[in-house]
T-cell receptor, first 117, second 115 residues
């Protein structure tokens, strides 16, 4: 079946540094990928829609300059948290829609837990 | 915009007991409804989806959900809980974004299974 791979699964960084998270579709092409953020014991919040070859579409309230999204190929989207601060600590999950899966089903990556010290 | 409400942030059952996780949708009848499961420190996995083809939907791992328009509900059930069912469960409904449907998730219900 379709697999979405995220890397790294866990990352710890110092405040003020930038962190890049990769999201890859392993056996299918994804023209669109979605980035979610999840706080502890809470639901997923859609941050942005990543579109291959064009600019990402950000949800209201999400800082574009803080969360840089690049979707340079049909199998890779990256999320860069710039100048990270402790409040950016969270679980970030990417997903992609698999053609033919039907009913707008998304396939999710395993998530990346970011801890900013 | 469509939304879903999950009643109860935590549900605790004994192994072998019936599992019932509640989900109610808002406003008009949605074209689709989903249940996803999230195991600790992992992404989400689709359990089942409603597409209006049938009101009773069977999913993976013995779970099923019934769409009831009169109650605006899509509750998730499993006849007999197993320890491995302990996880976070999310109900979701599509919301339109940029011309396509994106799942909007409920707050989630944590299922705790006691031996």
């Amino acid at each position: 079946g379709a697999v979405v791979s995220q890397h790294p699964s866990r990352v710890i960084c110092k405040s003020g540094t930038s962190v890049k998270i990769e999201c890859r579709s392993l056996d299918f092409q994804a023209t669109t990928m979605f980035w979610y953020r999840q706080f502890p014991k809470q639901s997923l919040m859609l941050m942005a829609t990543s579109n291959e070859g064009s600019k990402a579409t950000y949800e209201q309230g999400v800082e574009k300059d803080k969360f840089l999204i690049n979707h340079a190929s049909l199998t890779l989207s990256t999320l860069t948290v710039t100048s990270a601060h402790p409040e950016d600590s969270s679980f970030y999950i990417c997903s992609a829609r698999v053609q033919g899966a039907g009913a707008n089903v998304l396939t999710f990556g395993a998530g990346s837990r970011l801890t900013v010290l | 915009a469509q939304s879903v409400t999950q009643l109860g942030s935590h549900v605790s059952v004994s192994e072998g007991a019936l599992v019932l996780l509640r989900c109610n949708y808002s406003s008009s009848v949605p074209p689709y409804l989903f249940w996803y499961v999230q195991y600790p420190n992992q992404g989400l996995q689709l359990l089942l989806k409603y597409t209006s083809a049938a009101t009773l939907v069977k999913g993976i791992n013995g779970f099923e959900a019934e769409f009831k328009k009169s109650e605006t509900s899509f509750h998730l059930t499993k006849p007999s809980a197993h320890m491995s069912d302990a996880a976070e469960y999310f109900c979701a409904v599509p919301s339109t974004s940029g011309g396509s449907y994106i799942p909007t998730f409920g707050r989630g219900t944590s299922l705790i299974v006691h031996p």
